[in-house]
């Protein structure tokens, strides 16, 4: 992996952490407006895009709309078996009580806290739900781990698909036709997939930084999820196996376009290897805040957004996917 990395400008994580330190105020809509205009004069000469990768939530399709139909679902299916189990609000407290309790265990114990997935902490939370409702152990976790497969994770799939911002399907056609020999990916630090909101024609690969989580033993979720750098290296591995090669290697940054909502997440996610970001920021949607704690959303005063040099991070900024087809043309042909 330290080979495929260094393909790209190798300081681009250290001027990132630079422009974190040194307290550079978020840009204004008016130099937003001059970095979108300026961006044909960043693109460089003419080179094809052999990469497209998409987060997904927020940039496809909404999150909070699909989301809550997912959490509904996963709670309509419990309480058909379990009397008593509680709404939404309730397994969110639940799922933030389980959370404190292994944070609070992992600082008895002076050890690092490794977070739960998103999947697991649901579970686990509905679990003790359904235990204080006075059901059986074994069958509670029987019922409300086959509602988190049976109904949670379909119904986000249908309702993302249903909620797919105007014009989605459409640009994505359009990408591939434009760029025929290019690999698209998605790469999302939730539960979001392509294929399950009826994309997956145009994708060639899917990582899900939350089931990696799952998947991997000993991983942690800072490295898991964006902006770490574990989802690039998923997605090198994937991209050698799809190609057929021991190893993936790209000859310019340029090469590769990032596009997500997220200026941390997707944008400073993109330059730690050098990747173009496109930011998607669809008007009037307001970033999902994750009901059982955890996790980083736009505006989560944690990251201090505002230290961020926009005009470094992003490339781009357009307010729908529909836009995309275009801008990349642009870019292929080096205007």
Known sequence: MAAARACFAPNVAAGLAASRRSGVSRASPASRSAARA????RAGSARPIEIITFDLDDTLWPTTPVVMAANEAFVEFCQARIPGFPDCAGVNEYMKAVRLERIEAAERANERHFPLSFASLRIAGGFRAAVDAGYPEADAIGVVSRGYHIAWIPTRGSAAQKHLFPGVVEALARIRANHPDALVGSITNGLGSAAGAGLGAFFDFEISADAALDEEVGLHGDDARKPGTFPYEMALRKIAQIRGAETFQIAHPSAWVHVGDDVVNDCAFAKTFGARAVRVSVPGVEPYVPGGGGGSYPGDPS??????????????TVESVAELPELLKRWEDGE
């Open 38 to 41: 300026s961006t044909s004069a």
């Open 303 to 316: 990251r201090e957004e505002n230290r961020l040099d926009l005009e470094t991070l992003v490339d781009a």
